[in-house]
């Protein structure tokens, strides 16, 4: 079964209709110490476990044009945390291989959001 069309997936995450499964602040001083920890609660039953393999997409330019790219994740934790250190922003698109599953990580106005979603058969 091929992924959903990143822009499905991104109405999803993004959507006027989508509510947190977690929030952290900005203002908190531990904020990527707290979103590592919401993700690690969230993540694993959603995307990758047990195989750590999982399709990502990163918030940037041209990354949607891209498209969904496979990731194996030997390391399993703190993944926002190494994705702000990589691009400067923790958002990104997890979904699992099946395509049924998504967790991401999205900005919205002074929180990031945690967002889980299972998409229909």
Sequence with gaps: ???????KVILAATGGNVHSTAT?????GRVMDRLDEEWQLHAPSHIHWPDQDFLL???G???LAQGW???YD???T???SRVAFATGQPDLLALSLDGKQLCAITTEDDNYWVITHTFPD
């Design 78 to 80: 703190k993944l926002p």
């Design 74 to 76: 030997p390391i399993g």
């Design 61 to 63: 330019s041209g990354s």
């Design 57 to 59: 997409i990163l918030s």
């Design 69 to 71: 790219f496979r990731v």
């Design 1 to 7: 079964m091929a992924p959903p069309e990143p822009s």
């Design 24 to 28: 952290v602040e900005f203002c908190d």
